[in-house]
């Protein structure tokens, strides 16, 4: 039961890493599970690409296949919409945490 509400809780924070990597550079599926691993967020590609696809269906990414290397390989990049929410995001979690870290 813990895990379950754990991994919902978390689930906001990376799709805020998300947005915030997107805004930086496009990437590609692979590339963000190893980033969030670094940051000790364990996701598969079953849990990954879910969530991108629901975030470009929200408009917060979009889309772009790249050839490399012979093979199609999907890239996410930040929309309009997306620096918005990533924006309102940071303030939020600014907010939030400097409340709750003591």
């Known amino acids: ?3 379950k509400i754990m991994r919902k809780l978390f689930l906001g924070f990376v799709q805020i890493h998300i947005l915030h990597h997107a805004e ?13 691993r ?16 629901s975030m470009e269906s929200s ?25 918005d929410v990533l924006r309102e995001a940071q303030k939020k979690a600014y907010e939030l945490f400097k409340e709750i870290k003591d």
């Open 59 to 83: 408009g917060l990414l979009e889309k772009a296949e790249r050839t490399v290397d012979g093979k199609i390989r999907k890239y996410y990049r930040i929309t309009e919409l997306g620096i």
């Open 1 to 3: 039961m813990q895990d």
């Open 38 to 53: 670094e940051h000790g967020y364990d996701m598969s590609p079953g849990s990954l690409y879910p969530l991108l696809h």
């Open 24 to 36: 930086k550079e496009p990437f590609y599926g692979v590339w963000m599970i190893e980033e969030l």
